[in-house]
Each structure stands twice: as C-alpha cells, then as structure tokens.
C-alpha cells in the first residue's frame, strides 16, 4: 500500500493550505490515518488523526484549532485543513496509518505506510 500526499507549498502567515492522502489500495490501510511533520533538524512529530471508524479526530495542542483532518471513505483519501498558518508550521508533513491502539494514536512508532511528504513553507 502507498500513500501520497500532496498539496504542499509555500504560504505567508497566517493563509490557508490543504494537503491531501490518497491511498492507493481500496480502503484505508488501517483503523486510523495521521498527518504527522517534520521540521529540519528536528524530529517528526504528531499532528492530528482520524479514526477510519467513526471519525473521531485528535489533534496536537500546538495545531487545534487551526488544522481540520477529514476523510472521504470513496476517494480512500484524508486532507487536512490548515488555517492560519504560520512560520513554526513549515515543515515536510507526512500521511501514514496504523492499526494501533487509540491509546497510541501519538506514537509515530505505530505508523505505516509513510508516503514520501510534502513540503509547507510558511513565510513570516
């Protein structure tokens, strides 16, 4: 299974970007789907996630309220809405899924299928 994301680009703060996740298998490779990003020089980190059942949503403290992550079952893809960007945003985000546990839905260590990343730069 492969995931792409795409959507990624350059933004001034404060603007809007929505990135998507296609999967290339028929459903979702997992109970759950997850943006996570990583700035340079740092690790990656987690940025919000989805349940594949009931769509219940989790975010990072440092992006809720800002980012909305959904998902269109028929498209077997997830976006994430990204408003109000700004500059500690810029990183490469990355989409991947895990059958994990929801107690572990933070845990990068419990994800597969990372797709190759798309690049947000957020100019100040």
């Known amino acids: 299974v492969q995931l792409q994301a795409s959507g990624g680009g350059l933004v001034q703060a404060g603007g809007s970007l929505r990135l998507s996740c296609a999967a290339s298998?028929?459903?979702?490779?997992?109970?759950?789907m997850g943006w996570f990003r990583q700035a340079p020089g740092k690790e990656r980190e987690f940025v919000a996630t989805?349940?594949?059942?009931?769509?219940?949503?989790y975010y990072a403290d440092s992006v809720k309220g800002r980012f909305t992550i959904s998902k269109d079952a028929a498209k077997n893809s997830v976006y994430l809405q990204m408003n109000s960007l700004k500059p500690d945003d810029t990183a490469v985000y990355y989409c991947?899924?895990?059958?994990?546990?929801?107690?572990?839905?933070?845990?990068?260590?419990?994800?597969?299928?990372w797709g190759q990343g798309t690049l947000v730069t957020v100019s100040s």
């Open positions: 989805i349940r594949v059942r009931g769509g219940n949503t």
């Open positions: 298998s028929g459903t979702f490779p997992g109970n759950a």
């Open positions: 991947a899924s895990t059958y994990g546990p929801l107690s572990s839905h933070r845990d990068v260590n419990m994800y597969r299928n």
